[in-house]
């Protein structure tokens, strides 16, 4: 791969990087100097159309996002001149200050060398885990003659074999403990395999005789006496035959269960026709143990497949992802995450970056990987899992049937997962107290709003014109407060101006806010919508005499509109105070339209036959019952009209009227 570098974007020597090694690539992007005193854009427009990775940095040199491409200009011109449509992209463009990039050969390449560019700096815009804790794993030892099985958080080591992540330690140990029971294998924290590793280790030219040194010298540890370790320790087991069971307890850890109960099987059988019926025996009570996982675990698909399922989802600024790892039909485990991102990036965004960097950290790739949507790089993400599996990967959207039910079930766990963290650490208190102090900031008021309201009117032309009111206190819907209005004036087309004064006249009324059932003073008044609606509620509050902060938010933009300035208040994006005004701007929203659709849909069901005096909702019911439609009702006698069981002569005679009139 050869690489054109220089840190202010300018086209350096090129040099020769290997694609996987990160650490590499970034000294040599430090070695190329620094650029001239171009414009960033300028300095984009030298970058050349090859395939790679961009590296955005802050004033301070930091790297704050990486991404790749297929053509570096192309995509970093989108940045520049603000095309990218993401929210969060033109905050993030306020704080470059500069860029690197590195030219690799294709797309796979690109891939590999983001994750571990990611991996390396931790950008503050790239997806990553909320706590960016380490994982549990199940290693086995690979480098070793007679490798061991261990629980470990550590980072992958060369020559070691790891399977997870667990989200669940207990779990982890617990399978460990089962697996042992299942196939006896050493365990890398026993004293007497480590004694047997550092004999190895000293001696290698003797590893061909090692068993008979134990087996002289050796003494059996307690898990070889209780069944659960082979006896390394006493030379009672050779390499090769060690070897057979490390390879079943890779089976096992790997879900692939059905090859390991048949070699189990094969050779209880064998030790029977040998009248070894104490080993038969153990490999019974073996098989036991498998038959007792397998009848905990839910049966999931009718065929034998190997798919991970994975869910998100999103809130605010964090987002929770659940994995359903599916092995031979079976779920075997489902692992639960935190992610550092919610509402602040694309869905693409959240799903691609969290497959990227848990295939990254994990063996066990699967034959097939579920996700609720299509990613944009989807073949190079396919590819590279392929490449890690050495077999296909591929990656699918279920749209019916079992496995779109199952990714459902993986979305609900994630949710669970993200509110059981929110719970547990005070998010919402601390993200609520927050976004309080933040608006009283933003918007100059005398203290955090404790109490806001927030109206907005909802209609279809002028008909059906109601507001609705709700209210948060203390950063939270207070429901008992909320309160919707049937606008009075007679409108023939839609006026939110005459609407808005109305139902502010009607609820800041003397006797209003007198009236304990509708609540204190607020400390914050919101309207839904831009400078307009902000004049028009200011307008209706001074008649009043009322001197309420007031604030309007813009759907377009999320503009807060103020009095105090021409130019709207801009909050951050992804910031608490953002999401809080929102929030109560969104569910102001909710209850009008569901106000307006209920009184839509009453008067949808109104009928002339509400007017006719003796016909209520059961005899209407069973006239339409009866005719099928209001055409043949219309055409019936009278006579007929009163062959309707329930209907006497006298209504009969009353709808006839009625209905020719």
């Known amino acids: 791969m050869t690489t054109p570098l220089g840190p202010g974007g300018l086209p350096g020597r090129r040099v020769s990087v290997d694609a996987h090694d990160a650490a590499a690539a970034a000294r040599h992007v430090a070695e190329a100097g620094e650029g001239g005193g171009l414009s960033l854009a300028a300095q984009v427009a030298l970058v050349p159309t090859d395939p790679g990775c961009y590296l955005w940095k802050d004033a301070a040199g930091e790297v704050i996002y990486v991404g790749k491409a297929k053509n570096l200009r192309a995509r970093m011109k989108q940045y520049v001149q603000l095309t990218d449509d993401r929210e969060k992209i033109p905050l993030m463009m306020q704080l470059v200050a500069g860029f690197d990039y590195i030219v690799v050969d294709n797309e796979h390449e690109a891939l590999v060398l983001e994750r571990n560019l990611i991996g390396q700096y931790h950008p503050y815009f790239n997806v990553d885990y909320k706590d960016d804790k380490s994982y549990p794993y199940i290693a086995v030892t690979h480098g070793d003659l007679f490798p061991a099985i261990k629980y470990t958080r550590e980072k992958h080591r060369p020559g070691t074999r790891y399977f997870g992540p667990y989200t669940d330690a207990k779990a982890a140990r617990e399978t460990i403990d089962t697996l042992r029971k299942v196939t006896p294998i050493c365990s890398a924290t026993c004293a007497e395999w480590k004694r047997v590793r550092r004999l190895i280790q000293k001696r290698p030219d003797d590893a061909d005789i090692i068993g008979l040194i134990c087996a002289q010298k050796g003494r ?24 057979k069971s490390v390879r079943r307890v890779e089976r096992f850890l790997s ?18 026709a040998e009248l070894d019926f104490e080993r038969a025996g153990r490999i019974k009570r073996r098989l036991e143990v498998i038959d007792g996982l397998d009848d905990r675990q839910q049966v999931v698909f009718p065929t034998s497949v190997d798919i991970d399922l994975i869910g998100f989802y999103r809130e605010e600024t964090i987002a929770g992802a659940c994995v359903f790892v599916v092995r031979e039909g079976r779920t075997v485990r489902s692992c639960e995450f935190i992610l550092d991102k919610g509402l602040d990036v694309t869905e693409d965004e959240l799903v691609g970056g969290f497959v990227k960097r848990y295939y990254d950290e994990t063996a066990d790739i699967p034959a097939e990987v579920d996700i609720a949507i299509d990613l944009e790089d989807a073949d190079v993400v396919a590819a590279w899992l392929s490449d890690k599996r050495g077999r296909r ?27 059981r963290y929110m719970v547990r650490t005070g998010y919402a208190d601390d993200r609520t107290n927050q976004a309080l102090l933040q608006l009283e900031s933003a918007l100059a008021l005398d203290g955090p709003p404790m109490r806001i309201e927030c109206f907005d009117i909802s209609t279809l032309h002028g008909r059906f014109t109601v507001a609705s009111m709700v209210v948060f206190t203390n950063g939270r819907p207070d429901k008992s407060q909320y309160r919707r209005f049937k606008i009075r004036a007679e409108l023939d087309e839609a006026n939110d101006f005459l609407s808005m004064s109305e139902v502010l006249g009607r609820r800041y009324a003397p006797e209003r806010m007198a009236d304990e059932r509708f609540g204190s003073r607020p400390d914050l008044l919101v309207v839904d919508g831009g400078k307009p609606q902000l004049t028009a509620a200011m307008r209706q509050l001074e008649q009043l005499g009322l001197d309420i902060p007031v604030c309007g938010l813009a759907k377009a933009d999320e503009e ?4 105090w300035d021409d130019t709207p208040v801009v909050l951050p994006s992804g910031s608490a105070s953002l999401y809080l005004i929102k929030q109560v701007r969104d569910e102001s929203h909710r209850f009008a339209i569901t106000f307006h659709r209920e009184l839509r849909d009453r008067a949808m069901t109104v009928s002339v036959l509400d007017e006719v005096e003796g016909v209520g909702p059961t005899r209407k019911k069973a006239l339409m019952r009866h005719f099928g439609s209001m055409k043949r009702l219309r055409a019936a006698s009278v006579e007929e009209i009163a062959s309707v069981k329930g209907i006497p002569t006298a209504v009969a005679q009353a709808v006839y009227d009625t209905l020719r009139a």
């Open 220 to 243: 059996p540890c307690f898990d070889y006496h209780v069944g659960r370790g082979p006896g390394v320790c006493a030379g009672m087991i050779a390499p090769d035959e060690y070897a």
């Open 393 to 419: 990967c591929t990656l699918h959207r279920p749209q019916r049937g079992e496995k779109r039910h199952l990714l459902e079930t993986c979305e609900r766990n994630a949710r669970h997962a993200l509110m």
């Open 560 to 563: 807060v509109f103020v009095p």
């Open 255 to 272: 879900g692939h269960r059905s090859e390991l109960v048949r070699e189990l099987k094969d050779d209880m059988a064998e030790a029977a």
